[in-house]
């Protein structure tokens, strides 16, 4: 498999508080890779350090074949960002910001930048300073994908628009990625939104990537177990035991990753009476996994 | 990408620059005012000496002029915290280039407007005897210490702000340093001694000082 | 008291033989001292009246009286002053001895200085700065000194000179005056003429100042400039251009009423120029020359000849010539170059880099 992104033994640090140790990272070309982690985890540093926007202390950032940030400009070409905050020059017109745009990028198609503008409901003569928050969301996606880059770096792209935004922004992506086989790394912390549209995530915790694995795998793999007379210690496990909690009536509630169907024989094998298997969604197990991360199991 | 740099810039200077252009037009023609046709030769001596008065108003306009063009190539890209300009893809001292290629483009339009200003008020000027017109020598004198304070401005302006604090440390520390030497009584003129450097050959701000003037001898 | 002090200086002067036009001499010198005297006891008399303590300050035969307040700002500025003053006039001070200057701080505390007999008032304020009072100063004891200059040189001189430690500041606005003027003579004796030097000071050509110092196209500019526009038509011809109308137009002024060339400016440089040429005695040589032509006084003043003097002149004043407007080349290309510098700088900061 090729990786449009790599990062090996990451090192960064800011200030005496924040650093990104030993961190390695793959983005698989042509996936839509969801990069989740709580606030002031290091995803938007991390993404900076991907595109060459700072240096790291060690480690190796290979982007588009191009390591970075030594070949910052040739890789910059071919990859369309979308920071966290919004970064255009406020005084110019939306007419004005897309030309100014497309003077950098010889990939520019003004065809599709019309069609967007049009699906976007976005006037050409309106100052960006004058945009509400979802016409500058629309906007910087449109001005990104008129690029036609071959990867797409969101950073929080919807944060902060209303639904029907969302669906605007997140339906022009992805009509993108199927035209283009392009590859998009996201960042997010609405992890419902990932889960739609993301073949693999990566979790990120204060510095450190907690999990990265398809996405099918983190959704199926994490299970809610309710267990009766379950053993003390747990001993050797099939499964990776992120916690458990007691429960009335003797029962407790395990949380576990890389569960598959056959393990119920290891409760038979402890005597321990498996009640019930439930199913987290990607935000039920994202918390789970964050927490197992924070404290050390019990 | 000059095009689309120097449009970004050119907007957003282009009030402050109408303003500049136009001052830059009318202090030559102001100092040509004070020439009345009938002057006569005892009368050029106070007359220049009212348009060295005026004089003080060129190095000033030229150094506005470098400020507010300086500022303005990175006004916007400082409040977006320099985000926009460094996910660009060019190196990043050709996107200083291109900045600072187009502040000094925009430059040339008030020193043409004084340049033009000074040529209309040398023709219809009637100048005494001995007296001579310097319409050319003006602008280009305008232009060039018009591009110090730009560059000056800019560098500083493109700078981090950890920069900004080494450059306030070190002028701190000289003013310290002359306090001190004042305490203990000691004849030593520090800040003095670097001001004088600054202004006299071949310091930065050389071209600033002395007489400004579109007439002289 | 006076017959004290006669009889005093009497005693005092021995009892030898003297001539009849000396002891005359000797006598009124005695009446004049002993008549300030009696009249500086009588003002301090009748400013202990008033309750005010006068202080006196003496350079030679200069009296200078001001009141308490002013006394040590009036003594520095006396200080910087007299030597400047003594240097450049010599034994012309003498004539200082004649009157007293008071030094007047209108806004002194202790009120202002009682009359005085023959003096002089000069104005001041008790916050003045010293450099500020020498200046006054030097104007007044400058122009009391030159009241003892004859006629002929006063008129020439047109002017008071004013003795400075260092190079006078009006050698720059000479400059213009020499590089701009319309007058021919002028314009000749800038590029070297130095016959036509004397003539632009008017040491030359006082017999026929509008026909020595001024040429055809110069006196059609007086004409126009300074007679009424019509006189019998002279003035109108003269404007066509007919030189004889315009002699005839400027005989009627009087000689001593055409004004050189050169303005008194000038020629107050170039007494400047001989008495420091001249050093000391330079001034009591010139008095000493009365009568003879200035050329001649200059010379003897200067102690070198009168085309030394004029040379000197001359190339002091063009040396005076103020920084030019234009830029150099140096100049330029250091700008260019300071402004790659700092191009540079602003490339290699540590965020563009």
């Known amino acids: 498999m090729s990786h449009t992104v790599e990062i090996r033994d990451l090192y960064y640090r800011a200030g005496k508080n924040f650093e990104i140790r030993d961190l390695a990272l793959n983005v698989p070309t042509g996936s839509m890779y969801g990069f989740l982690g709580p606030n002031g985890a290091g995803k938007t540093t991390t993404i900076r350090l991907m595109l060459g926007l700072l240096r790291p202390r060690s480690g190796r950032i290979t982007v588009l074949g191009g390591e970075m940030p030594r070949e910052s400009p040739r890789v910059l070409s071919r990859t369309g960002y979308v920071p966290e905050q919004p970064h255009l020059y406020l005084s110019l017109t939306v007419d004005e910001a897309l030309r100014y745009h497309s003077a950098f990028y010889t990939t520019w198609d003004w065809k599709w930048a019309d069609e967007l503008l049009g699906s976007f409901h976005l006037d050409r003569t309106s100052l960006l300073g004058r945009l509400s928050k979802g016409e500058m969301g629309k906007l910087e996606v449109l001005l990104v994908l008129a690029q036609r880059p071959e990867l797409l770096v969101l950073d929080e792209p919807t944060d902060g628009l209303d639904p029907v935004v969302r669906r605007d922004v997140l339906t022009a992506l992805l009509e993108y990625v199927s035209q283009q086989n392009a590859t998009v790394f996201i960042s997010s912390h609405l992890v419902h939104e990932l889960e739609r549209i993301c073949d693999w995530v990566g979790v990120m915790d204060r510095g450190r990537l907690v999990a990265e694995l398809p996405m099918h795998s983190f959704k199926s793999g994490i299970k809610r177990l309710r267990v009766a007379n379950a053993p003390t210690p747990a001993g050797d496990t099939p499964f990776v035991l992120l916690s458990r909690e007691p429960g009335g009536s003797g029962v407790e509630t395990w949380v576990v990753r890389g569960w598959q169907a056959p393990m119920t024989q290891y409760f038979e094998g402890v005597g321990a009476n498996l009640r019930d298997v439930v199913d987290l969604d990607l935000e039920e197990g994202f918390v789970e996994l964050l927490r197992t991360f924070r404290v050390p199991r019990s | 990408m000059f095009k689309a740099v120097l449009y970004t810039q050119w907007k957003w200077t282009r009030l402050p620059l109408l303003i500049l252009a136009l001052a830059a037009f009318a202090l030559p023609l102001v100092s040509a005012r004070q020439m009345t046709p009938d002057a006569e030769y005892w009368d050029a001596q106070g007359l220049l000496q009212s348009l060295e008065a005026l004089g003080a108003f060129y190095p000033l306009l030229a150094a506005t002029a470098g400020l507010i063009l300086a500022a303005a190539a990175w006004a916007a890209d400082h409040r977006g915290r320099h985000v926009y300009a460094l996910s660009l893809p060019l190196p990043r001292w050709h996107y200083v280039l291109l900045r600072l290629g187009a502040a000094a483009l925009l430059l040339v339009v008030p020193a043409i407007a004084m340049w033009l200003g000074a040529l209309i008020a040398a023709t219809v000027t009637t100048l005494p005897p001995g007296l001579h017109a310097y319409p050319t020598t003006l602008a280009l004198r305008f232009a060039l210490a018009g591009f110090i304070a730009l560059t000056l401005f800019f560098a500083v302006s493109a700078g981090t702000s950890r920069t900004a604090g080494y450059v306030l440390g070190a002028i701190g520390v000289l003013v310290v340093a002359q306090i001190a030497v004042g305490l203990f009584d000691l004849k030593l003129q520090i800040l003095e001694t670097i001001l004088y450097q600054i202004y006299i050959w071949p310091g930065p701000l050389e071209i600033f000082v002395g007489r400004w003037s579109l007439f002289d001898v | ?353």
């Open chain 3, 1 to 353: 008291m006076a017959l004290l002090v006669l009889g005093s200086a009497c005693l005092a002067g021995g009892t030898h033989a003297q001539t009849t036009s000396e002891f005359r001499r000797r006598v009124e010198e005695l009446q004049r001292t002993s008549r300030r005297v009696h009249e500086t006891l009588e003002a301090a008399a009748e400013a202990r009246t008033r309750g005010m303590v006068l202080d006196t300050l003496r350079r030679g035969p200069l009296i200078l009286v001001v009141g308490p307040s002013v006394e040590a700002i009036a003594a520095a500025a006396l200080d910087s002053t007299w030597p400047a003053i003594e240097h450049t006039y010599g034994h012309a001070i003498a004539v200082l001895g004649n009157t007293a200057l008071v030094l007047q701080a209108l806004d002194a505390p202790e009120g202002p200085v009682p009359p005085q007999p023959r003096s002089i008032e000069i104005l001041a304020s008790a916050s003045a700065r010293p450099s500020d009072v020498a200046i006054t100063l030097r104007q007044a004891l400058a122009t009391q000194i030159q009241q003892g200059m004859d006629s002929g040189l006063a008129h020439w001189v047109g002017g008071v000179l004013l003795p400075t430690p260092t190079d006078s500041g009006f050698y720059g606005p000479l400059y213009l005056e020499l590089t701009i003027s319309p007058w021919h003579r002028v314009q000749d004796c800038r590029r070297g003429d130095l016959a036509s030097c004397r003539l632009a000071l008017g040491v030359d050509g006082r017999d026929d100042p509008t026909d020595r110092w001024y040429d055809a196209s110069d006196r059609r500019r007086m004409v126009a400039g300074w007679l009424p526009s019509e006189m019998n038509g002279v003035t109108t011809r003269c404007l066509q251009g007919q030189d004889a109308a315009c002699r005839q137009a400027l005989r009627r002024l009087e000689p001593t009423l055409v004004s050189t060339p050169l303005g008194a400016g000038a020629r107050l440089a170039l007494l400047d120029v001989v008495l420091r040429r001249g050093g000391t005695g330079a001034y009591d040589r010139l008095l000493a020359t009365r009568g003879q032509p200035i050329d001649t006084r200059l010379a003897a003043a200067a102690g070198v000849s009168a085309d030394s003097v004029f040379a000197t002149w001359r190339s002091r004043v063009l040396s005076a010539q103020p920084l030019p407007v234009a830029v150099s080349p140096s100049s330029a290309w250091v700008a260019v170059g300071w402004c790659l510098l700092l191009a540079v700088l602003a490339l290699r900061s540590s965020r563009w880099r």
